[in-house]
């Protein structure tokens, strides 16, 4: 359409002119004494979508319908359907909404969900079907682990519901999807060679001595990465021995003061402390805003700083010391989750119950632990040399 160019649109209530300036779409309904309206894109089938709910919005204005949005949803663009969707997600949690870190997942898949809608034509949340869910999981398998595209495809699912709730669609519009969980996981597991090598090169680095303390916690309690930086003295019992996490979502003084605190599934859960942590806390300093780690320069630790010191300050300069095979998952891959991975795999390793795991990781679901737990292959042929199947005493002292 050329600049300044009109074309009329006749919508379901009124007689509106479209024209594009400067590459954005407007909608023009002064003949109707409707006023002149950007629609706030330069995507032609959505500028479209935009007018016919401009066009519902001022029926609704002028007391002809009850509502602006049509009852079966054919209007309700796909930008609009996110949008209501992360508003809910975005409420407190004894209303149904989620942590802010759970949030944060979602908004790059409603980014990918809208990005494929364009690129099929796929304006409305009508459109949105069972057929065009599966192929936009296909679109996205290309880069996204089956992890990821497992709950992308079902946060889709939960859109097309919360907005059948909302009575945004028909009960008609649900559909459900057969999907399988993940088995396993690709995330690198460090070995505890690895471990210990970090530890001394930051003992030995100028700068990097105060992040071989946040080594020692991660590989001693299996924290992720969110909870060891928000660890807090009041969370260390010294005399029992013991590290108690909360989830403190409910708590309406935390959210006031800003430090309030959520756990992944909502679980609070206690851990013995390890003798190697116990040295580190012992030593530690302790500041004015209660949290046990702090940067260089006293300042608070994140989650993503945390992660490029590891990469790239510690893994990188080891990486020869412990290279990785061709085409396989080794030591140059591994990020802050690998901790907890190795937390997991040394303590079945070394003895520990899986009910005892379950509870010093926090997890209800013993399915977790098969894909944290990684079994060295030394340790099955250890095991195997120890069996007597024959019941002859031909078992191998050693090998």
């Known amino acids: 359409m050329a600049n300044k160019r009109k074309q009329t649109i006749v919508c379901e209530f009124f007689n509106w002119s ?3 300036r400067d590459g954005v779409f407007y909608a023009d309904g002064r003949t109707e004494k409707l006023g002149k309206h950007s629609l706030g894109t330069k995507d032609y089938q959505e500028a479209e979508a935009k007018l016919r709910r401009l066009d519902r919005q001022k029926a609704f204005e002028r ?33 149904g909404g989620v942590a802010s870190s759970t949030l944060k997942r979602y908004r790059p898949v409603s980014e990918h969900h809208t990005e494929f809608c364009k690129r099929e034509g ?54 459900t999807l057969n999907l399988s969980k993940p088995q396993g996981s690709d995330r690198y597991c460090f070995r505890s060679e690895e471990v210990k090598a970090m530890v001394q090169y930051c003992r030995r680095s100028l700068g990097l001595e105060w992040f071989a303390d946040v080594i020692i916690g991660f590989a001693t309690t299996g924290f992720r990465s969110a ?14 021995g013991t590290i108690r996490i909360t989830d403190e979502r409910a708590s309406k003084r935390k959210r006031m003061l800003g430090s309030i605190r959520t756990m992944k599934g909502k679980r609070d859960h ?78 079945f390793r070394q003895g520990a119950s899986e009910a005892q795991v379950l509870e010093w990781l926090g997890n209800r679901d013993s399915k977790m632990i098969l894909i944290y737990r990684h079994l060295r292959p030394d340790d099955s042929k250890r095991k195997m040399n120890t069996i007597d199947f024959l019941g002859d005493g031909n078992v191998p002292s050693s090998e």
């Open 270 to 347: 206690t851990l013995p402390l390890h003798p190697s942590f116990r040295q580190v806390l012992q030593r530690l300093p302790r500041h004015a805003d209660g949290l046990v780690f702090h940067g260089p320069r006293g300042g608070r630790l994140h989650s993503r700083n945390v992660l490029e010191v590891l990469q790239n300050k510690v893994i990188k300069p080891l990486v020869e010391r412990f290279p990785t095979p061709p085409g396989e998952i080794g030591f140059e891959h591994g990020v802050i989750h690998s901790f907890r991975h190795f937390f997991c795999s040394e303590a």
């Open 122 to 175: 796929l304006s409305t949340w009508a459109d949105v079907d069972k057929r065009a869910t599966e192929k936009y999981g296909r679109w996205r398998a290309v880069n996204a682990a089956d992890a990821t595209l497992k709950l992308e495809l079902d946060l889709v699912v939960s859109v097309k519901k919360f907005l059948v709730a909302e009575k945004l669609l028909p009960t008609s519009q649900l559909f």
């Open 63 to 95: 007391g002809l319908i009850k509502s602006p949005i049509e009852s079966n949803g054919s209007i309700l663009p796909i930008i609009e359907g996110w949008k209501r969707y992360l508003e809910d997600c975005d409420g407190p949690g004894v209303m």
């Open 18 to 20: 479209i024209f594009v």
């Open 227 to 240: 909870t060891l930086c928000s660890l807090r003295w009041t969370d260390i019992s010294m005399e029992a």
